[in-house]
Structure formats: structure tokens, C-alpha cells
């Protein structure tokens, strides 16, 4: 593999652990799909750039792993490895577009995604304790993250004037540059607003650009994907929570407690901004899994 793969590989597989939060299983099957995805393209198509992949490209790699007799399960996978490698390489600014966008995934089922409960969400938050440094930005994060839903890479990029307290929205740019409202409640502002107040205030006396940027690190530069991370991981071994826990699961927990609560679909997949229902439409699995529990566990003919 060439030193601007791997060097691209790289920055994809450390996205992949500290945002999506995978385990480490599942890091070294995305590892090794997408190196395999790579030596193809050098092998067939050398000096090929990964703004310059096409989906013609993209189709001859899955139908050799068709035509190699890999499961639909294992395609699917790499279909999806693919596609995210190649956005993140768009995000990054590395490629102008996603060939692999549009790429159909064999039917399979698809994995529900895991959730924190409402009381495993409160437990990570009274795992904060006010006498710790930045224990106030701490909480305004996890609270933000629960409270919208936005994803980790909206969160670190979120400034001061997206926050509309007055009428309890916040602005969100999401992908693609899009911008959607979000509702807030009053807890979570109630914890950006302290931190603005009195945390926030004394770490631009550092004089550090930020961008107006709301959550700033200890050196007072915008904070990272990786602090984010680390200061999740950090509260739930404090509330001693046994799941696989990264940033996401507050969306995925965000999106479910909602329809468990009878939201619609349509206002989910508005807060969430997906551009396809379809997508927010898992959650409704997640909801109907939960019921099923519940029906198995309460009702006296099961």
C-alpha cells in the first residue's frame, strides 16, 4: 500500500475508534476490508488518486467479491466500509465526491444499534463531580449530546450564535453544509449557558483563536473528537455502565426515547437530519425490540 493510502487509512480508522466508538473487533474488519478495497485499486488502476475513484471503480471491487463468493453479509460490510472511508475522505476535504454514495447493499438485516436507557444516561451525568476542573463543560457536553442528538463532529464545530435561547433551538450545520434547527431543552442550555458564564470565560484568557467556537479544551483551542471521546469514556467507567460507550450512543439514545415517548418518525428524522427516512427508520426497530422485551417479560400467555 502506498504511503498516501495507509497515511489516508489511518486518519479513517482513528475517526472510526474515537467518534463511532467500535470496538476493537470491529476496527481490524474495517482495517482489513479497506485494505483489501485499496489493493485493488493500486493493483488495477495504479497511480490512481482517491479523488479520481469513480463508482464504475467502486462496482468492479464488489463484483469481484462476488464473483469470490463472499457472503452477502461480508458485502454489505464492505459496501458500507467503503462508502464511509470515502466520506470521511470527502469531509476531510481529501476527494470532491463519494463514489461509493449509491452503491446498493445486498439485503440483509440490519443490526440495531445500541441505546443507554434514560436512567444509565442519568447516572453518567451524576457521575460528574462539580469539585473536578471543567466539570461544568463536561456536563453542557453530554447534556448537549443527549439533549439534540448532533453528532460529535456538529458538537465541536458548534459557536456561539448557533444558540438561540430565547426561542430554545439550536442551529446545527450538519453534513453536506446543510443547517436544520434543533429543539434544546432548558437543562441543557441551563449547562452551556454556566459554562459560557464562568469556565468558558476564563480559558479565552488564554488568547487562543477559537473561532467563537463553545467548547474549548484546557489550553483554550477548540476541543477535539478525541477529548470527546475521552471525557464519555471517562463518566460512564465512573457510573460503572457495562455497554460499549462513545459519543454516538447519545444520538441513538436521543432518537429512540423520543419515539418511545410517541414522537413521529418525520420530526425524529428532522431533529437527526437524515435526508432519508429509511434511515431514521432503525429506530422504530429499536422501539419495537424494547416492546417485544417487555411483552415476553409482563404478559402471562408469552
Do not use: C
Amino acid at each position: 500500500m502506498s504511503q498516501e493510502y495507509a497515511a489516508f487509512l489511518k486518519l479513517y480508522t482513528q475517526f472510526l475508534k474515537l467518534e463511532k466508538g467500535l470496538a476493537v473487533n470491529s476496527l481490524e474488519s474495517y482495517q482489513r476490508d479497506i485494505t483489501r478495497y485499496i489493493d485493488f485499486i493500486e493493483e488495477h488502476y495504479p497511480g490512481l488518486k482517491p479523488d479520481g475513484i469513480t463508482p464504475t471503480h467502486v462496482e468492479n471491487y464488489i463484483g469481484e467479491l462476488y464473483e469470490t463468493g463472499f457472503a452477502p453479509t461480508s458485502i454489505s460490510r464492505n459496501i458500507s466500509g467503503i462508502r464511509g472511508f470515502h466520506h470521511f475522505l470527502m469531509l476531510e476535504g481529501f476527494a470532491q465526491a463519494n463514489p461509493a454514495e449509491n452503491t446498493d447493499l445486498p439485503k440483509t438485516t440490519r443490526k440495531l444499534p445500541e441505546i443507554l436507557n434514560p436512567e444509565e444516561v442519568f447516572l453518567i451525568l451524576e457521575a460528574i463531580d462539580e469539585t473536578e476542573k471543567f466539570h461544568q463543560r463536561d456536563k453542557a457536553i453530554i447534556e448537549t449530546l443527549y439533549a439534540t442528538g448532533m453528532r460529535v463532529t456538529e458538537l465541536i464545530n458548534l459557536q456561539l450564535d448557533q444558540i438561540h435561547s430565547e426561542i430554545g433551538f439550536v442551529r446545527v450545520i450538519g453534513k453536506g453544509s446543510k443547517e436544520r434547527m434543533i429543539p434544546i431543552g432548558k437543562v441543557a442550555l441551563d449547562s452551556i449557558q454556566k459554562f459560557i458564564k464562568d469556565e468558558r470565560k476564563l480559558l479565552l484568557l488564554y488568547k487562543k483563536p477559537t473561532g467563537n467556537k463553545i467548547f474549548l479544551n484546557a489550553r483554550g483551542t477548540p476541543i477535539s473528537r478525541v477529548a470527546i471521546w475521552n471525557i464519555v469514556q471517562k463518566y460512564a467507567s465512573k457510573a460503572q455502565i457495562k455497554k460499549n460507550i462513545y459519543p454516538h450512543i447519545f444520538r441513538h439514545s436521543f432518537a429512540t426515547h423520543l419515539l418511545e415517548g410517541g414522537a413521529d418518525l418525520r420530526s425524529v428524522q428532522a431533529m437527526l437530519g437524515h435526508s432519508s427516512i429509511n434511515t431514521t427508520e432503525i429506530y422504530t426497530h429499536v422501539d419495537r425490540s424494547l416492546m417485544h422485551q417487555v411483552y415476553k417479560e409482563f404478559h402471562p400467555r408469552k
